[in-house]
C-alpha cells in the first residue's frame, strides 16, 4: 500500500490550482494525469529578459522596455491586428494583437499610461525602422515591472497551455513534493557533492544558467540516479524471484549432440560459449531467465534448436514464439529438418491455421507427440496446451508486453515444483552501457562471431542525384535474377505524407523496374506478410518499404539493399538493414543515399560502416556519436521510458545502480533495515514496484 506521505503526488492533476476539465486532459498530455507527473517534467530552457531601451533593443531577442502610451489603432478590418502604439523617449514601439483582443485592450492600458512590457522583438517585412512585440508575454503597470522575471523558465507546452501556465503547476507541484527519507548512500553521495532529494527537485524547476538545464547537472543527475536505482532494484527482485523458483533439469542429450555433428557447419566459438552458459541454466536447478544476444546472423537460431533438442532429451516440450508469420515461418524451416532427421516432431502454429488442422496440431501438443512448437502468439491462446512444456523462447523479446510472454510461461504442466525456463533472443546488439536498462532482470550470453562463409556486403555512400543511374545499375541486376530493397525514411511527423513518399518512390520505380512491391506500416499484418512472402518467393523484385524491414527476414536472394536519406538513420539502424542483404552466395551491396553535402557526424558514420560490420562495434560508435535523443531507435526497442534519467546522458550511472541494487539485497533482501523502507518509498514514487511473487517475476 502507498505511503500516506505520498498521497498529495498521486492526486490528479486537476487538484492543481487552475487545472479544470479544459486544462486537465492538456496536462496529462504533457506530462500525465497524476501530479507527481507534473513534479517530474524538467525545464527545457530559459527565457532572459533584459531591460533595455527602443534605440537599443535587438531583432529577435525578448526584451523588456518601460514605455508610455501613445495611441490605440483598431483594426479598419477583419483579419487586421489592434495595435498599441507606445514611447519610451528614445522611440516607438509598436504592440500587436490578432484574434479578438479588442477595446478591452483600450480599458486596461488607456492613452498616457505607463507600462513595463516585456516580449520577442521583430522588425516588420518592409519597415526597417520600426520595431514591434506581437503579443507580449507581459504587459503590466510600471510599479508592477519588477513582476517580470529576468530569467524565465520555459517548460513544455502545447495548444492551448502555453509554458509560463505550465511553469505555475509545475512550482504549485513542487510546493507539494514532501521531505522524503534518504534512500541513497551517504558515502555515494558525498563523493558525488549530490544534493538532498527534496533540494534536486527545487534545483531542477529553478535554473539560473543553461548549464543548470543538462541532464549532466547534479541536480538532474541525482534524481536521474534515484529513478536508475528504483528500477535496478525492481529488476534485482525480480532476478531473485526467478532464481528462488526451480526449474526443470535438462541435461545436455544425445539427440543435442547428434544434430550438431549433423550442422553442415561447426558452431563459432561464440555459439559454443553461449550454448554452455544455457545448458548451465538448464541443469542448475533454477529457473532459465536468460538472453541470447547476437548480430544479424551470427546463428541464434541453431543454438535455440540445439538447447530444444536438449529438452527433447529429457522427455520435454519447447516453443518458439515470433512476433511475425513471416519470422515464425522462417524459424521453423530453419529448424524442422533437422529435428525431424533426429525423430523429433516439429510443428508452425500461427493464426492461419484453422479448423481441423488446428485441431490436430494442438492434440500432438497436448498429448506430447510433438516435441516442438514454432509460431507466433497463437501459441498462448487459451486452447492451446502442453503435455510436458520446459523451455521457452522467445524471438525479438521486446516486441512482446510482459503479459504476453508469462501467458507462454504459464502453460508448463500443472503439478510440478518447477517454472518453464525462459530464452529471449535478439537480433539488435545494444551497448554494454545500456545493457542493464533492458536486460537488468536476465542473464545475457552475447554470440560476437560470424559463421564462416558469411558474404560481406560492399557500403558505399552516393548523393540522391545519382538515383536515375543507381536505378539503371538495378534493372540489370534484377535481369540477372537478383532481388533488392529499397528503404525510405520517415520524411515527416505525418504518416500520410510519408506514405505519400513511398507511394511515390513505389510507382517511380514501378515505370523502370519489373516486380516492385510495397510494404509500410499503415497495412494490415496480414496483408504485409503476403506481400514479404512474395518477395521471399521471388515473386516481388524490388521490396519498397516505409518501415525498417523485419529484424531477421531471411532473403539469401536479396543482394542489394538502397537506403534513401541514409544521414537521418544512426548507424545501429543502417546496419541492421545492410544486414538484410549477404545472406546468399551473391556479392551484396549496400547504397547510401544522401542529400549533399555530408555533415560531419554523417561523414563519420559511413566511415564506420565501411570499415566495420561487427554490429556491437557499430552500436557503441552509435553512442559515441549521437549522444543524447534517441540513439539505437530506444523508443522502440522496448527501453524503459524513464522521466529524468537519459539512458546515454546517464550511462555511467546504469551501472553503478545495478551495483547498488545488487548489493542491497544481498545485505537487506526483505528491505526491512531503515534505508530499505527508505527505498520502498522510491520505489512507489517512480512506480518501480519490488516483485511479490513467481507471476509478477514472469
Not at 532572459?48 to 523588456?64: I, S, Y
Not at 534536486?200 to 536505482?229: G, K, N, T, V, W
Not at 516442438?372 to 512444456?389: C, M, R, Y
Amino acid at each position: 500500500m502507498r505511503p500516506e506521505i505520498l498521497f498529495p503526488l498521486f492526486t490528479s492533476v486537476s487538484t492543481l490550482k487552475g487545472v479544470g476539465p479544459r486544462v486537465a486532459p492538456l496536462v496529462e498530455k504533457l506530462a500525465g494525469p497524476i501530479v507527481r507527473d507534473v513534479l517530474f517534467t524538467a525545464p527545457t530552457g530559459l527565457i532572459r529578459r533584459g531591460v533595455t531601451t527602443v534605440d537599443q533593443a535587438v531583432e529577435g531577442q525578448v526584451q523588456t522596455f518601460v514605455v508610455t502610451i501613445d495611441a490605440h489603432q483598431p483594426p479598419h478590418r477583419l483579419g487586421q491586428p489592434w495595435k498599441i502604439r507606445a514611447w519610451d523617449g528614445t522611440g516607438f514601439l509598436t504592440l500587436i494583437w490578432f484574434k479578438g483582443h479588442g477595446p478591452h485592450l483600450e480599458r486596461q492600458h488607456p492613452k498616457g499610461a505607463r507600462r513595463a512590457v516585456s516580449g520577442k522583438v521583430e522588425r516588420p517585412e518592409g519597415f526597417a525602422s520600426e520595431l514591434q512585440i506581437a503579443h507580449p508575454d507581459y504587459i503590466v503597470a510600471e510599479e508592477r515591472a519588477g513582476d517580470i522575471p529576468e530569467v524565465e523558465t520555459v517548460y513544455p507546452a502545447t495548444a492551448g497551455l502555453p509554458s509560463r501556465t505550465f511553469r505555475k503547476f509545475a512550482l504549485e507541484a513542487l510546493d507539494r513534493a514532501p521531505d522524503l527519507p534518504e534512500w541513497q548512500d551517504a558515502a555515494w553521495r558525498e563523493r558525488e557533492r549530490l544534493p538532498a532529494w527534496r533540494e534536486a527537485l527545487a534545483a531542477l524547476h529553478a535554473p539560473a544558467s543553461e548549464a543548470d538545464l543538462s541532464p549532466l547537472a547534479r541536480p538532474r543527475r541525482r534524481l536521474a540516479y534515484d529513478e536508475l536505482l528504483a528500477h535496478q532494484l525492481a529488476l534485482a527482485q525480480r532476478k531473485a524471484a526467478r532464481r528462488s523458483h526451480p526449474g526443470p533439469l535438462i541435461p545436455a542429450g544425445s539427440l543435442s549432440d547428434a544434430a550438431e555433428k549433423a550442422l553442415p557447419f561447426k558452431l563459432t566459438g561464440a555459439q559454443i560459449r553461449a550454448l554452455s552458459e544455457i545448458r548451465g541454466d538448464l541443469v542448475s536447478g533454477e529457473r532459465m531467465s536468460r538472453l541470447l544476444q547476437g548480430d544479424v546472423g551470427s546463428g541464434k537460431t541453431v543454438v535455440a534448436m540445439l538447447a530444444m533438442a536438449d529438452a527433447a532429451s529429457a522427455g520435454l516440450q519447447s516453443a518458439l514464439m515470433a512476433p511475425t508469420e513471416i519470422l515464425a515461418r522462417q524459424h521453423f524451416e530453419t529448424i524442422a529438418g533437422p529435428l525431424e532427421a533426429l525423430g523429433l516432431s516439429a510443428i508452425l502454429l500461427t493464426g492461419r491455421d484453422k479448423g481441423a488442422g488446428r485441431a490436430a496440431k494442438l492434440l500432438g501438443l497436448a498429448d506430447g507427440t510433438h516435441h516442438i512448437a514454432v509460431g507466433t502468439h497463437a501459441l498462448f491462446q487459451d486452447d492451446v496446451a502442453f503435455k510436458a512444456l520446459a523451455l521457452t523462447i522467445i524471438d525479438e523479446q521486446h516486441r512482446f508486453g510482459v503479459n504476453e510472454r508469462r501467458r507462454l510461461q504459464d502453460k508448463g504442466p500443472p503439478g510440478v515444483d518447477w517454472g518453464v525456463h525462459l530464452l529471449a533472443m535478439s537480433a539488435t546488439p545494444i551497448p554494454r552501457t545500456l545493457e542493464l536498462t533492458v536486460f537488468g532482470d536476465l542473464d545475457v550470453s552475447r554470440i560476437d562471431e560470424k559463421p564462416p562463409g558469411r558474404t560481406p556486403v560492399a557500403t558505399r555512400a552516393a548523393p540522391t542525384p545519382r538515383v536515375p543511374e543507381i536505378v539503371e545499375r538495378l534493372r540489370a541486376a534484377i535481369a540477372g535474377g537478383a532481388q533488392a530493397f529499397w528503404i525510405c525514411p520517415l520524411v515527416s511527423e505525418s504518416e500520410k505524407v510519408d506514405l505519400r513518399a513511398a507511394e511515390d518512390r513505389a510507382a517511380d520505380l514501378a515505370r523502370h523496374l519489373p516486380g516492385v512491391g510495397l510494404v509500410h506500416g499503415q497495412m494490415p499484418p496480414a496483408e504485409k506478410d503476403a506481400v514479404m512472402q512474395r518477395f521471399v518467393d521471388g515473386e516481388v523484385s524490388v521490396l519498397v518499404a516505409t518501415t525498417v524491414v523485419e529484424v531477421g527476414v531471411n532473403v539469401p536472394n536479396a543482394s542489394i539493399m538502397v537506403i534513401e536519406h541514409a544521414d537521418r538513420f544512426g548507424l545501429a539502424q543502417l546496419h541492421q538493414l545492410r544486414g538484410r542483404v549477404g545472406r546468399g552466395t551473391r556479392e551484396s551491396s549496400c547504397v547510401l543515399l544522401y542529400d549533399p553535402p555530408l555533415s560531419e557526424v554523417a561523414q563519420k558514420r559511413l566511415d564506420i560502416l565501411r570499415r566495420s560490420d561487427d554490429g556491437f562495434e557499430i552500436a557503441e560508435k552509435d553512442l559515441e556519436l549521437r549522444g543524447g535523443g534517441d540513439p539505437l531507435g530506444l523508443k522502440q526497442s522496448g527501453f524503459p521510458a524513464y522521466r529524468l534519467a537519459d539512458p546515454v546522458a546517464h550511462r555511467d550511472l546504469i551501472a553503478v545502480a545495478a551495483d547498488d541494487a545488487r548489493l542491497i539485497l544481498a545485505r537487506d533482501p526483505e528491505l526491512a533495515s531503515p534505508r530499505g523502507q527508505a527505498l520502498r518509498m522510491l520505489q512507489e514514487l517512480f512506480d518501480w514496484k519490488p516483485v511479490s511473487s513467481l507471476n509478477e517475476a514472469g
